[in-house]
């Protein structure tokens, strides 16, 4: 190379002190027989490299060779491209972005690597795609659709969840959810968590030998098992809408404790105060985390007047009467929209309550208590708030050991209400008598959408006219829903045909 | 359900609809608003009858519809029913697995509930009892400590033991039994867990087979449709084929026609252009014959006018050459008068010159010739006065001496008189910066020539440079003094004129008229100046004060000289003199340069606030005559001529001729008395020689001295 520079030097003495660099970028190219074939496309300027043959040069000045068919001068690409490419070689350094222009923005955008750290992309890129990248490179299946159809916001939902998960107080910073909360504020909507991991025990550590017996171990130990406390986190994310916790551990295996499935007092408290303090909260749920009656109540309480909340979720849990009336004042006392108490343990009084609540509530559109055992008494006060109630339009009291009583009056109420669209009352022991008196009620409604009945010891003749009339005002709906001008006239002109048929 | 009923509901409908059909306007019809209307109906029906069908009627509807409806309508119908009804089955199955876990969880719940139940009673019971066996062998303790015998002490604590290891059997038993029906809890527990997963597979199993079904009679139906659709095509392009061809068989018909119509008509034409075109043949005979004709004539008159061409273009020609040759006399004629005018330029400008020339010369003669005319004046009145003087010497002798009269000298107002009568008449100001201007034209053309002679009254001290450099500082100064119209009139104008006009100006707004005022101004600058220098040295601010007051000084100084100069011209330029070398010892005469442009408006300022109060006393004086008034000349050497009236030169001769008698005497006396001298000095003589005689050394030699002989007369 030396060689080279001093011949050129002595060739050329006018470009000496460019050719230096130039014999350094072209040196491979002069050694190969044919670089000019071989050579890849983004090497920029081969017009302008200078060696000491000349002629190879003229060769290599010329943009078409006519006996050389796949001869052709890579273009020197333009500078705007060539800029592009460092603004992204260099973005994490320097995020050069909403500066350009949409094209270039644009060019830049697809081609970011998708593992560029948060703190630069989170509040600078907006764009969709890239975001698209980001999540297909993370996770291999992807249901945008759960997350209001944004890539970006589905990031930070999962992103943030992915922490929560495997968070485990005393042992994980903190500061790992907390810096990352500048950063998704805006972005996050949803925060769905199915795994909340309890602090890591120390005996169980000091002997990792014995597991036999570590579960009297862990009584012995006065164990504090809080989990990771919600309240800094929820408060930081303004646009929170929906809460969907489990305070479950998952993948445990042969580690199985009693105690690692506890929620506690203190998490209750923390989590009544955090979405106290959350007022876009709409949607909340707390499903399979043991929720007893006390801190149902610590939890109903904390949300009473709550301004903007639709959905109450809390399936799955050890909630009784007591819960139950906690929750049927809530319903006097909020714009709740969704209660879902399924598979607790409300019986009777519970459900006398809730009844007495839904009887002027004007908000609630559904109601689920699958799986509690209501028994008639509760039905029967169900039944008879639904004969004033005009907002209620689900109702699942499947599987609540319902009878006669309770379907004799549940007949009556369909032949009055309008608004109901289903009811379930599958699993329960409606009885023969029961189901021709419901199939009754159901002559007279035009409403009633979804009725269903399995596995209640309704007679199958009842069950299939039941379904008929179930289909006619399906059709009814389609069409009143096709052509709304006609719904009324429609009505007053099929009524006497109908009760025909 | 029900075909009779259905049929039966058939008839009037189909009825109604014939009869509506009938009525109703058709959609092929002529007039558009009843196609419109027809439209509008047939809509109307549509919808009507896919409502009636909608809401449960379509057992009647279907027949129904089969004449107004379309396959594919059907068809559609057919599958939406087929495929909600699978939905929903599927949907039930799927279900299905839900419900039962569901009762099966509450049947578990209900015997988890009774076993509990039993299971607390169960140790309810055991409490119960095993509390009686306890309390039993608690209350045998009490006897046992009464008890004094050993024997017995030992039976009872055996009987005891023997309770005590029942009790505890008891228990063992219990919990055992306990651990046994935890055994099978546990057992049961992972039993449940294996339905779980299976009813979870079972369930995930339908879903799919749900999902696969569905997809597939989706796509199925999807199929059907358009197989209907793709019918309902055939058929309508069928039909309109059909309906096409028949519209082309009659348009076919119909072109037929036309073209036999057609064929007539171009017959007809035919025949019809034959005839206008022998007509038109005949015309065109007759047109080109008389054409030729035309084109006769034309064709001479197209060769006279040839001719005239060529002359015309001759004659152009001539008129070219004759152009060029005025041209080129123009030219010559230009260069010629260029010349020429070039000459009389230079004529002009010499004769300028010489003008100026001799207007220099003729200025400095008349100068000369004041001077010799004020010093030929001088000698005469000097001889007159002299002649005068002594005519009243010789009067007053003759008076006193001859008359014995007492003589008084005669008072006339041209005794007193000096110079030549005319008032010494004041230059104007510009007339001065005029001969200032030129002077100092002069002095350039001639550079180093000798100083030349100032006839300008300037003040000594104040150099005539000094003098122009302050008017030019003046002249750029106070621009804003003079009209832009003159400004732009004065710039094509030489540089000295340019700033003569200015000057002009300016003084005519500073009200500047005379000389006088001029010098003052000059003078007035020069003031300012070594005020400003001794006061620069003092405190700054009475400058100005200072100034003022040097300024009223002089103002006043000034006004007492005009004063003086109105009574006597000729003090004037003494009095000048004098101030000037007043100043002179007071002052070096400072380079005007010094002053500072910007002090130029103030020293203006103040000079015109001076000027003000003298000028309105001196304003009536003005007018002066600048031609000298010789019409009292003649008047005055006349009066010098009669300074001796007449009675008295008549008395002078009278005394002449008595002084000439009187004389006549003394001449004759005079006569007398110079015989009587003579003959005295005759004896003297006589008397001296004799002396000589008497004393000659012949004498004494003599015997007889003569003197002794004579008297000698002694004086």
């Given at each position: 190379?030396?060689?080279?520079?001093?011949?050129?030097?002595?060739?050329?003495?006018?470009?000496?002190?460019?050719?230096?660099?130039?014999?350094?970028?072209?040196?491979?190219?002069?050694?190969?027989?044919?670089?000019?074939?071989?050579?890849?496309?983004?090497?920029?300027?081969?017009?302008?490299?200078?060696?000491?043959?000349?002629?190879?040069?003229?060769?290599?000045?010329?943009?078409?060779?006519?006996?050389?068919?796949?001869?052709?001068?890579?273009?020197?690409?333009?500078?705007?491209?060539?800029?592009?490419?460092?603004?992204?070689?260099?973005?994490?350094?320097?995020?050069?972005?909403?500066?350009?222009?949409?094209?270039?923005?644009?060019?830049?955008?697809?081609?970011?690597?998708?593992?560029?750290?948060?703190?630069?992309?989170?509040?600078?890129?907006?764009?969709?795609?890239?975001?698209?990248?980001?999540?297909?490179?993370?996770?291999?299946?992807?249901?945008?659709?759960?997350?209001?159809?944004?890539?970006?916001?589905?990031?930070?939902?999962?992103?943030?969840?992915?922490?929560?998960?495997?968070?485990?107080?005393?042992?994980?910073?903190?500061?790992?959810?907390?810096?990352?909360?500048?950063?998704?504020?805006?972005?996050?909507?949803?925060?769905?968590?199915?795994?909340?991991?309890?602090?890591?025990?120390?005996?169980?550590?000091?002997?990792?030998?014995?597991?036999?017996?570590?579960?009297?171990?862990?009584?012995?130990?006065?164990?504090?098992?809080?989990?990771?406390?919600?309240?800094?986190?929820?408060?930081?994310?303004?646009?929170?809408?929906?809460?969907?916790?489990?305070?479950?551990?998952?993948?445990?295996?042969?580690?199985?404790?009693?105690?690692?499935?506890?929620?506690?007092?203190?998490?209750?408290?923390?989590?009544?105060?955090?979405?106290?303090?959350?007022?876009?909260?709409?949607?909340?749920?707390?499903?399979?985390?043991?929720?007893?009656?006390?801190?149902?109540?610590?939890?109903?309480?904390?949300?009473?007047?709550?301004?903007?909340?639709?959905?109450?979720?809390?399936?799955?849990?050890?909630?009784?009467?007591?819960?139950?009336?906690?929750?049927?004042?809530?319903?006097?006392?909020?714009?709740?929209?969704?209660?879902?108490?399924?598979?607790?343990?409300?019986?009777?009084?519970?459900?006398?309550?809730?009844?007495?609540?839904?009887?002027?509530?004007?908000?609630?559109?559904?109601?689920?208590?699958?799986?509690?055992?209501?028994?008639?008494?509760?039905?029967?006060?169900?039944?008879?708030?639904?004969?004033?109630?005009?907002?209620?339009?689900?109702?699942?009291?499947?599987?609540?050991?319902?009878?006669?009583?309770?379907?004799?009056?549940?007949?009556?109420?369909?032949?009055?209400?309008?608004?109901?669209?289903?009811?379930?009352?599958?699993?329960?022991?409606?009885?023969?008598?029961?189901?021709?008196?419901?199939?009754?009620?159901?002559?007279?409604?035009?409403?009633?959408?979804?009725?269903?009945?399995?596995?209640?010891?309704?007679?199958?003749?009842?069950?299939?006219?039941?379904?008929?009339?179930?289909?006619?005002?399906?059709?009814?709906?389609?069409?009143?829903?096709?052509?709304?001008?006609?719904?009324?006239?429609?009505?007053?002109?099929?009524?006497?045909?109908?009760?025909?048929? | 359900?029900?075909?009779?009923?259905?049929?039966?509901?058939?008839?009037?409908?189909?009825?109604?609809?014939?009869?509506?059909?009938?009525?109703?306007?058709?959609?092929?019809?002529?007039?558009?608003?009843?196609?419109?209307?027809?439209?509008?109906?047939?809509?109307?029906?549509?919808?009507?009858?896919?409502?009636?069908?909608?809401?449960?009627?379509?057992?009647?509807?279907?027949?129904?519809?089969?004449?107004?409806?379309?396959?594919?309508?059907?068809?559609?119908?057919?599958?939406?029913?087929?495929?909600?009804?699978?939905?929903?089955?599927?949907?039930?199955?799927?279900?299905?697995?839900?419900?039962?876990?569901?009762?099966?969880?509450?049947?578990?719940?209900?015997?988890?509930?009774?076993?509990?139940?039993?299971?607390?009673?169960?140790?309810?019971?055991?409490?119960?009892?095993?509390?009686?066996?306890?309390?039993?062998?608690?209350?045998?303790?009490?006897?046992?400590?009464?008890?004094?015998?050993?024997?017995?002490?030992?039976?009872?604590?055996?009987?005891?033991?023997?309770?005590?290891?029942?009790?505890?059997?008891?228990?063992?038993?219990?919990?055992?039994?306990?651990?046994?029906?935890?055994?099978?809890?546990?057992?049961?527990?992972?039993?449940?867990?294996?339905?779980?997963?299976?009813?979870?597979?079972?369930?995930?199993?339908?879903?799919?087979?749900?999902?696969?079904?569905?997809?597939?009679?989706?796509?199925?139906?999807?199929?059907?449709?358009?197989?209907?659709?793709?019918?309902?095509?055939?058929?309508?392009?069928?039909?309109?084929?059909?309906?096409?061809?028949?519209?082309?068989?009659?348009?076919?018909?119909?072109?037929?026609?036309?073209?036999?119509?057609?064929?007539?008509?171009?017959?007809?034409?035919?025949?019809?252009?034959?005839?206008?075109r022998i007509w038109d043949c005949e015309e065109y005979n007759m047109i080109k014959i008389k054409l030729e004709q035309d084109v006769q004539v034309l064709k001479k008159r197209d060769e006279e006018s040839t001719v005239i061409k060529s002359q015309q273009k001759r004659k152009i020609n001539r008129l070219h050459d004759i152009l060029n040759n005025l041209r080129s006399k123009y030219?010559?004629?230009?260069?010629?008068?260029?010349?020429?005018?070039?000459?009389?330029?230079?004529?002009?400008?010499?004769?300028?010159?010489?003008?100026?020339?001799?207007?220099?010369?003729?200025?400095?003669?008349?100068?000369?010739?004041?001077?010799?005319?004020?010093?030929?004046?001088?000698?005469?009145?000097?001889?007159?006065?002299?002649?005068?003087?002594?005519?009243?010497?010789?009067?007053?002798?003759?008076?006193?001496?001859?008359?014995?009269?007492?003589?008084?000298?005669?008072?006339?107002?041209?005794?007193?008189?000096?110079?030549?009568?005319?008032?010494?008449?004041?230059?104007?100001?510009?007339?001065?910066?005029?001969?200032?201007?030129?002077?100092?034209?002069?002095?350039?053309?001639?550079?180093?020539?000798?100083?030349?002679?100032?006839?300008?009254?300037?003040?000594?001290?104040?150099?005539?440079?000094?003098?122009?450099?302050?008017?030019?500082?003046?002249?750029?100064?106070?621009?804003?003094?003079?009209?832009?119209?003159?400004?732009?009139?004065?710039?094509?104008?030489?540089?000295?004129?340019?700033?003569?006009?200015?000057?002009?100006?300016?003084?005519?707004?500073?009200?500047?008229?005379?000389?006088?005022?001029?010098?003052?101004?000059?003078?007035?600058?020069?003031?300012?100046?070594?005020?400003?220098?001794?006061?620069?040295?003092?405190?700054?601010?009475?400058?100005?004060?200072?100034?003022?007051?040097?300024?009223?000084?002089?103002?006043?100084?000034?006004?007492?000289?005009?004063?003086?100069?109105?009574?006597?011209?000729?003090?004037?330029?003494?009095?000048?003199?004098?101030?000037?070398?007043?100043?002179?010892?007071?002052?070096?005469?400072?380079?005007?340069?010094?002053?500072?442009?910007?002090?130029?408006?103030?020293?203006?300022?103040?000079?015109?606030?001076?000027?003000?109060?003298?000028?309105?006393?001196?304003?009536?004086?003005?007018?002066?005559?600048?031609?000298?008034?010789?019409?009292?000349?003649?008047?005055?050497?006349?009066?010098?001529?009669?300074?001796?009236?007449?009675?008295?030169?008549?008395?002078?001769?009278?005394?002449?001729?008595?002084?000439?008698?009187?004389?006549?005497?003394?001449?004759?006396?005079?006569?007398?008395?110079?015989?009587?001298?003579?003959?005295?000095?005759?004896?003297?003589?006589?008397?001296?020689?004799?002396?000589?005689?008497?004393?000659?050394?012949?004498?004494?030699?003599?015997?007889?001295?003569?003197?002794?002989?004579?008297?000698?007369?002694?004086?």
């Amino acid at each position: 190379m030396q060689d080279t520079v001093t011949t050129s030097a002595l060739l050329d003495p006018s470009h000496s002190s460019v050719s230096t660099q130039d014999n350094s970028s072209t040196g491979g190219h002069t050694s190969s027989t044919s670089p000019q074939l071989s050579k890849p496309s983004i090497t920029p300027v081969p017009a302008k490299s200078r060696n000491p043959h000349p002629r190879a040069n003229i060769r290599r000045m010329r943009r078409i060779i006519a006996e050389d068919p796949e001869w052709s001068l890579a273009i020197v690409p333009l500078l705007t491209e060539l800029c592009i490419q460092h603004i992204i070689r260099n973005f994490q350094k320097n995020p050069i972005l909403k500066q350009m222009l949409p094209e270039h923005q644009q060019k830049v955008l697809n081609h970011l690597s998708p593992d560029l750290p948060l703190a630069v992309t989170a509040n600078l890129i907006d764009s969709e795609n890239y975001w698209l990248r980001c999540c297909m490179h993370r996770w291999p299946v992807c249901h945008v659709a759960h997350h209001g159809g944004s890539w970006k916001r589905m990031f930070f939902e999962r992103h943030l969840e992915n922490l929560l998960k495997h968070f485990i107080p005393g042992t994980t910073d903190p500061a790992v959810i907390l810096d990352l909360l500048p950063l998704c504020r805006n972005y996050v909507r949803r925060v769905h968590v199915d795994q909340f991991l309890p602090p890591v025990q120390l005996p169980a550590q000091l002997r990792p030998g014995d597991q036999s017996d570590s579960g009297s171990e862990g009584e012995m130990e006065e164990p504090t098992v809080d989990h990771y406390q919600l309240g800094d986190l929820v408060a930081g994310l303004s646009h929170l809408e929906e809460l969907d916790l489990v305070y479950d551990v998952k993948d445990c295996g042969m580690n199985f404790e009693w105690n690692l499935f506890l929620f506690t007092y203190r998490d209750c408290l923390s989590l009544a105060a955090a979405i106290k303090a959350c007022h876009t909260l709409k949607i909340f749920k707390l499903t399979r985390s043991k929720v007893d009656d006390d801190k149902a109540r610590i939890i109903i309480r904390s949300l009473l007047d709550h301004p903007v909340l639709e959905e109450l979720d809390l399936s799955q849990n050890l909630i009784g009467d007591r819960g139950a009336r906690g929750a049927a004042k809530l319903l006097s006392h909020s714009r709740l929209r969704v209660l879902n108490l399924a598979n607790n343990q409300v019986r009777a009084p519970g459900a006398q309550s809730l009844a007495h609540a839904l009887a002027h509530n004007t908000n609630l559109i559904s109601l689920n208590l699958r799986l509690n055992c209501i028994e008639d008494e509760g039905g029967q006060a169900l039944a008879h708030a639904l004969q004033t109630n005009k907002c209620l339009t689900t109702l699942h009291l499947g599987g609540n050991e319902l009878s006669e009583p309770t379907a004799t009056l549940l007949s009556q109420v369909l032949a009055i209400n309008t608004t109901l669209t289903s009811i379930n009352l599958s699993c329960n022991h409606i009885g023969l008598d029961g189901g021709k008196q419901l199939l009754e009620g159901m002559s007279d409604n035009k409403t009633l959408l979804e009725f269903d009945l399995r596995l209640s010891d309704v007679a199958q003749e009842s069950e299939y006219l039941i379904g008929q009339a179930l289909y006619a005002n399906r059709e009814a709906a389609r069409q009143r829903a096709l052509n709304p001008s006609h719904f009324m006239s429609t009505i007053t002109a099929n009524g006497p045909e109908n009760s025909v048929g | 359900m029900n075909p009779p009923g259905s049929l039966e509901a058939l008839d009037p409908n189909v009825d109604e609809h014939l009869s509506t059909q009938i009525l109703a306007p058709s959609v092929h019809s002529d007039n558009s608003q009843e196609r419109i209307q027809a439209r509008r109906l047939r809509i109307a029906a549509r919808l009507e009858a896919r409502r009636r069908e909608a809401l449960g009627e379509y057992l009647d509807g279907k027949k129904e519809s089969e004449e107004d409806q379309s396959k594919s309508y059907k068809q559609k119908e057919e599958s939406r029913l087929k495929l909600a009804k699978l939905l929903l089955c599927g949907t039930e199955l799927v279900t299905n697995i839900q419900v039962a876990i569901d009762i099966r969880e509450i049947h578990r719940r209900v015997e988890e509930e009774e076993i509990k139940r039993q299971r607390i009673e169960k140790l309810e019971n055991e409490v119960k009892t095993s509390q009686d066996k306890f309390d039993e062998i608690t209350s045998k303790w009490e006897e046992g400590k009464q008890k004094r015998i050993p024997q017995e002490l030992w039976e009872m604590l055996n009987t005891q033991q023997l309770h005590c290891a029942g009790l505890l059997e008891d228990k063992n038993k219990l919990i055992s039994e306990l651990q046994q029906e935890l055994k099978t809890k546990d057992d049961q527990y992972v039993k449940d867990l294996k339905k779980q997963s299976d009813d979870i597979c079972l369930l995930l199993e339908r879903m799919e087979e749900q999902v696969k079904n569905v997809m597939k009679t989706f796509r199925e139906e999807l199929y059907n449709i358009e197989k209907a659709f793709e019918v309902e095509r055939q058929e309508l392009l069928a039909s309109n084929k059909k309906k096409w061809e028949q519209a082309l068989q009659a348009h076919n018909a119909k072109e037929l026609e036309y073209l036999n119509n057609r064929m007539k008509k171009v017959e007809d034409y035919e025949k019809q252009l034959n005839r206008q075109r022998i007509w038109d043949c005949e015309e065109y005979n007759m047109i080109k014959i008389k054409l030729e004709q035309d084109v006769q004539v034309l064709k001479k008159r197209d060769e006279e006018s040839t001719v005239i061409k060529s002359q015309q273009k001759r004659k152009i020609n001539r008129l070219h050459d004759i152009l060029n040759n005025l041209r080129s006399k123009y030219a010559k004629q230009i260069k010629q008068f260029q010349e020429e005018n070039q000459s009389l330029t230079s004529d002009y400008k010499r004769l300028v010159m010489q003008f100026k020339e001799l207007q220099k010369a003729m200025r400095h003669f008349a100068l000369i010739d004041d001077e010799k005319f004020w010093e030929i004046w001088l000698m005469n009145e000097e001889e007159a006065k002299d002649l005068i003087a002594r005519a009243f010497d010789v009067d007053r002798i003759i008076h006193t001496h001859h008359l014995g009269l007492p003589w008084a000298a005669p008072d006339f107002w041209f005794l007193n008189n000096v110079g030549p009568i005319s008032q010494q008449p004041q230059k104007s100001a510009t007339q001065i910066v005029e001969e200032m201007l030129m002077r100092s034209e002069e002095e350039e053309a001639e550079e180093a020539a000798a100083e030349p002679e100032s006839y300008l009254d300037l003040p000594k001290q104040i150099s005539e440079k000094t003098t122009k450099r302050i008017l030019m500082l003046l002249c750029d100064e106070s621009g804003f003094l003079i009209e832009s119209k003159l400004l732009s009139l004065l710039l094509p104008l030489e540089q000295n004129e340019c700033y003569l006009l200015r000057l002009d100006a300016i003084f005519s707004a500073l009200g500047i008229e005379s000389e006088d005022d001029l010098y003052k101004l000059v003078n007035f600058f020069l003031k300012y100046r070594a005020h400003r220098l001794s006061s620069s040295l003092q405190i700054k601010p009475c400058s100005q004060a200072s100034m003022e007051k040097a300024s009223m000084e002089e103002t006043s100084t000034r006004s007492e000289l005009e004063l003086a100069e109105q009574t006597e011209m000729e003090g004037e330029k003494e009095e000048s003199l004098v101030e000037g070398e007043k100043e002179e010892e007071e002052e070096t005469p400072p380079s005007p340069w010094v002053i500072h442009p910007n002090d130029v408006l103030k020293i203006l300022e103040a000079f015109v606030m001076g000027l003000k109060k003298p000028r309105d006393s001196r304003a009536p004086l003005r007018v002066q005559k600048n031609v000298r008034d010789n019409s009292k000349d003649s008047e005055y050497w006349q009066a010098l001529t009669t300074v001796i009236p007449s009675s008295k030169q008549n008395l002078w001769d009278a005394l002449y001729t008595a002084l000439e008698k009187y004389h006549l005497v003394l001449t004759q006396r005079a006569k007398l008395l110079l015989e009587n001298s003579s003959l005295e000095q005759q004896n003297t003589e006589l008397q001296a020689l004799l002396q000589q005689y008497l004393n000659s050394k012949i004498n004494s030699e003599l015997q007889v001295p003569p003197t002794q002989v004579l008297r000698v007369p002694t004086k």
